[in-house]
């Protein structure tokens, strides 16, 4: 609506707007009827300004951090420097993150050092997650601005995501990811983009996806979603991009 009145006040100016397909999404979530183009959103974005003559260099995503926000050697911990997986437990919606018990689950199976990414708010969660190994495991949430999160992912052999923002930071630096869904589902068309990457959903549960974006709390109480998600599945590909990375 807001758009709409913007496009009313400027009749005599050409403009192009980006369609969101609420409506197909609105129909997704309420009937479970899947009506969606199979087309990533950045792929739809770049198709909405072809007509500005703007043309998708098929390089995937960017981000540059300034040099200033880059994290230095002694700010993560003397075990790490050699090489950490990324876990970005943070997420905008409840419904959309792994719970504590299954985080806790996920990095006592990854044999490698593990940083856990998130903001002030998943502190913490965070602590609770990395009392299973202090040493193994270090807390980075809410210690880092979002620049120097994304230069902690950058520098990752392996990054595991829910689906958030950082999942793209990811996919900007060409990272293998271990895509981690809950209500939101990858048909919504934003995968991480133009990299390798691993999806984890509980396929055929009859409630997904439940909304477009989350919730506090899962509206049927139950949460299948992320509770039945195999941390095994997770951690086992997990050790598979390690392996390979090391043999590189």
Known sequence: M???????????????????????????????????PPVHIVDRYMATLEKLGV?????????????SEKVKEGDIPFSHL????????????????????????????????????????????????GE??????????????????????RNAKLVVSHDTGMMHIAAAFKKNILSVWGNTVPSFGMTPYKTNYEV?????????PCSKTGFN???????????????????GNAEKYLEKEIKN
């Open 132 to 153: 299973t190994d202090p040493i193994k495991i270090y807390n980075a949430c809410g210690k880092f601005s979002l620049n120097e999160s994304a230069d902690i992912v």
């Open 2 to 36: 807001r758009t709409l009145r913007i496009k009313n006040l400027i009749r005599d100016i050409p403009f192009y707007s980006f369609n969101k397909l609420n409506i197909k999404k609105w129909i997704y979530t309420n009937f479970k009827l899947n009506t969606l």
């Open 200 to 208: 984890f959903q509980v396929n055929k549960l009859w409630c997904r």
């Open 55 to 67: 043309v998708n260099d098929g390089l995937g995503l960017d981000y540059f951090i300034p040099e």
């Open 82 to 129: 050699h090489g950490y997986v990324a876990i970005a437990i943070g997420a905008a919606h409840y419904t959309k993150k792994l719970p504590v018990e299954k985080l806790k689950e996920l990095v006592e199976k990854i044999e490698h050092p593990v940083i856990l990414l998130g903001g002030k708010e998943d502190f913490s969660n965070g602590e609770q997650i």
């Open 217 to 235: 709390k899962c509206p049927l109480g139950h949460f299948k979603c992320m509770n039945q998600q195999s941390t095994d599945a997770i951690a």
